[in-house]
């Protein structure tokens, strides 16, 4: 095994998604450990040292929530992608106030998963970027200390929320941002519910940086979740799809 591997750790206590998960990604070259609960999966991250967790959030014993908090406590920057099913808004949510990385919902594509999982380590191993150095994402290029966006070149005049909302998101491109903590960030804890009150202001967004507002590339719906701008390297795939045991009999991508 390469000294390079990314060591990853899936928690899933469905089989099924185990085996389908280990192939693919040892042949890509991640070093695959595995955990059928929490309560192994902890003991494993005592243990040993991994890069990242690929952690279900709906699991028998002490659950997938439970499981973050506690690896929180003593790994507050291992990056931890939580897998949930689509109807668990609220735990996707709850999950990612408690410091989740990232999320993906089942049934997803292995491309995606690999594209994600690569994404946060990446993250959590690049060096530390200065608040006023510029980010430049595809064509968009917003620059901090100006506090100017611009798009192939060309000014794209924003208000001062409006700025403040794309920073936010751009500063964590590849990363989804819940509503809450946008709302908070950009007008203090008294709005975190004031979800609607966003979505204004992301709908005059897209109509300034996208080049078709009703099919964004660039700025994203996590539907009841949040927004996340786009990440550059992160190529998401539509095929291979994993899902429950029901849907990948015998773990078959």
């Not at 410091?99 to 049934?107: E, N, Q, W």
């Not at 005049?157 to 950009?186: N, Q």
Request: overall charge negative; charged content about 30%; hydrophobic content about 40%.
């Amino acid at each position: 095994m390469s000294q390079s591997a990314i060591r990853v750790l899936v928690v899933d206590d469905e089989a099924a998604i185990r085996r389908a998960l280990r192939p693919p990604l040892v042949e890509l070259g991640f070093d695959f450990s595995e955990a059928s609960r929490g309560e192994e999966a902890l003991q494993l991250l005592h243990s040993g040292t991994f890069d990242v967790v690929l952690l279900d959030i709906n699991m028998p014993g002490i659950g997938g929530i439970e499981t973050l908090r506690r690896i929180r406590a003593f790994a507050p920057r291992l990056p931890i992608l939580m897998v949930s099913v689509r109807e668990r808004e609220e735990e996707k949510v709850e999950a990612l106030e408690l410091g989740a990385d990232d999320y993906i919902t089942k049934p997803f594509s292995t491309r995606e998963l690999i594209a994600r999982i690569r994404t946060a380590v990446r993250r959590v191993n690049a060096p530390a970027r200065a608040e006023d150095a510029p980010i430049e994402i595809g064509e968009v290029r917003l620059t901090p200390a100006r506090r100017s966006v611009t798009k192939r070149g060309q000014a794209i005049h924003l208000t001062r929320k409006e700025f403040d909302i794309l920073y936010c998101l751009m500063s964590r491109a590849g990363r989804v941002v819940t509503y809450a903590k946008l709302l908070t960030a950009v007008w203090g804890a008294d709005c975190r519910e004031e979800v609607e009150y966003l979505r204004t202001f992301i709908r005059q967004l897209r109509k300034k940086i996208e080049d078709d507002p009703s099919s964004p590339i660039y700025l994203l719906t996590d539907v009841y979740v949040g927004y996340r701008f786009t990440d550059a390297q992160m190529l998401v795939g539509e095929n291979d799809e994993v899902g429950t045991d029901a849907d990948t009999p015998e773990g078959v991508l």
